[in-house]
């Protein structure tokens, strides 16, 4: 965590972060961990496409492997970054202080459509795990009045405070996790070590093997756009991120290595669900029941994360003049009111994509923010040197260019594996964002709405274009 470049650093310990509405609690440590888990991760629900794709071995090797090349570099960038940069917007800002209120906007239009997107997945995956026990659930109008009810009472819940939603994350991540500890102590007679070594070269779905590894693995820069509401961030974001990062990792391989050394291998059952299954077989029905409940609380803990990160981007734009200023507009509990019936309204509209169409989708626009994110990252690096930042990536210029080289090679092995289809559908939902921040940049000239930059936050584009310098000094 060394600040080893000889240079000055110009302190920022006094900078006001992003404006909020006092009296309103921050978040801590142990709420911040687990809403990075969520966003992130959720438990190992999801990951059972890894087996079916590849087989036991590199399904293993894949979420010890993969953390490496792509979730640690992340991780580091969003703990140096958003410590750098701790207000609402995050990513937002980071983009916008490197390559302009421009591409800025871009950033926040891709990243904030992929999590509306993934979000719009987890009511449909909630009452999957339920439609087992309530058969009505299936499918119908049950179902879909059901999903509506669903996304109605967890959105109130985001819009109730981020206290509430960090504490109520602990909770559901503990009841999540609780039965694969217990599902791998049942499982000790039955292990067999031979079980985990089974690998076929030539029977290797690739696509569907990155893609489960990217989906369950990404997204730790979405905590950033948080940042203004975390109690002391710039030492609070870096431990959490720390801490987070290994649960994340030991809620995927663990469960993967219970399941695929206690059962005989059949690769065709290994999909989603598949989980209650083995769980049924090593601990009985109450076992699978316990897995079953986990999955679909676990659903609910990822799409109240993914809306918080969500709606406090649009706040964070609208601070910084980006969108209209009603985007702005807190609730009495200090919740971005607007952003959460944006977010909600776009997961309703999107309910309609496949389970694979959404994977796909997001995971196309995501990896487009986050070659952004990198270049913003080495961008600032090389231009300000002397930045403070409270967290710091010990390593110098170079070695941050080369640690962004692993995940930018697998961001294009991840698009050059996606469809047509869904090319097509995340291609010209970049060039409505290339569109629209003209379009609003038109309406504010011609003052068809009303924008405006907060006065708290520091100027990141002054009038000598010294962005980064105004900020810190």
């Keep these: 965590m060394g600040q080893s470049d000889a240079v000055e650093y110009v302190n920022i310990n006094d900078q006001p972060s992003s404006p909020r509405v006092h009296g309103t609690r921050k978040v801590s440590i142990l709420p911040l961990i687990f809403l990075i888990f969520y966003e992130v991760s959720g438990g190992p629900f999801g990951v059972e496409d890894s087996v079916k794709a590849a087989g036991p071995l590199l399904a293993l090797l ?14 580091l960038i969003t703990a140096e970054m958003g410590t750098m940069f701790p207000e609402n917007g995050g990513y937002v800002v980071w983009v916008s202080s490197a390559l302009g209120p421009y591409w800025g906007f871009q950033q926040g239009w891709m990243k904030w459509l992929s999590g509306v997107i993934d979000n719009a997945l987890y009511p449909v995956l909630f009452l999957d795990y339920l439609k087992s026990g309530i058969p009505a659930l299936g499918n119908g109008l049950p179902r879909a009045f059901a999903a509506l009810a669903l996304t109605f009472v967890l959105t109130f819940m985001n819009y109730r405070g981020l206290t509430i939603v960090g504490w109520a994350a602990v909770l559901l991540g503990i009841f999540s996790l609780l039965p694969f500890v217990v599902m791998g102590l049942v499982s000790l007679p039955k292990l067999e070590p031979s079980r985990w070594f089974v690998v076929n070269l030539g029977e290797v779905d690739w696509n569907l093997y990155l893609n489960t590894l990217f989906w369950n693995l990404n997204y730790w820069d979405s905590i950033s756009t948080l940042a203004g509401e975390v109690d002391n ?26 399941g695929t050394g206690a059962i005989p291998l059949d690769r065709d ?9 083995i769980a049924k077989v090593l601990g009985g029905v109450w076992l699978r029941w316990w897995i079953q409940g986990a999955a679909a609380m676990s659903n609910m803990g990822m799409f109240v994360a993914e809306m918080s990160s969500d709606s406090f981007q649009l706040l964070g734009m609208a601070e910084r003049g980006m969108l209209p200023e009603f985007f702005a507009k807190r609730s009495r509990y200090g919740t971005p009111l607007i952003g959460i ?3 909600a309204s776009g997961v309703v509209l999107l309910s309609w ?5 959404i994977v796909a989708a997001e995971n196309f626009l995501y990896c487009f923010g986050m070659i952004m994110e990198f270049i913003a990252f ?9 930045a403070s930042r409270p967290y710091k990536i010990p390593t110098g210029t170079v070695g941050a260019i080369i640690m962004c080289i692993p995940p930018t090679i697998l961001i294009c092995v991840v698009l050059a594996l996606s469809t047509l289809k869904v090319a097509a559908l995340s291609v010209g939902a970049v060039v409505i964002g290339l569109v629209m921040q003209p379009c609003l940049k038109y309406a504010e000239k011609k003052r068809l709405m009303k924008f405006s930059t907060s006065a708290e936050l520091p100027d990141l584009h002054g009038p000598e274009q010294e962005s980064v310098d105004s900020l810190l000094e």
Aim: glycine fraction near 4%; charged fraction near 10%; charge should be neutral.
């Design 341 to 343: 019936i944006f977010s």
């Design 353 to 357: 994509l496949s389970f694979q169409d």
């Design 62 to 75: 894949g979420f010890l492997v993969f953390p490496i090349i792509w979730s640690v570099p992340e991780a």
């Design 233 to 258: 961030p710039k030492k609070t974001l870096p431990k959490a991120l720390f801490y987070a990062l290994i649960l994340v990792i030991f809620g995927y391989f663990f469960p993967l290595l219970v």
């Design 269 to 277: 059952l290994w999909t989603d669900g598949y989980f209650s299954d």
């Design 378 to 386: 080495i961008w600032l690096r090389i231009q300000y040197p002397a």
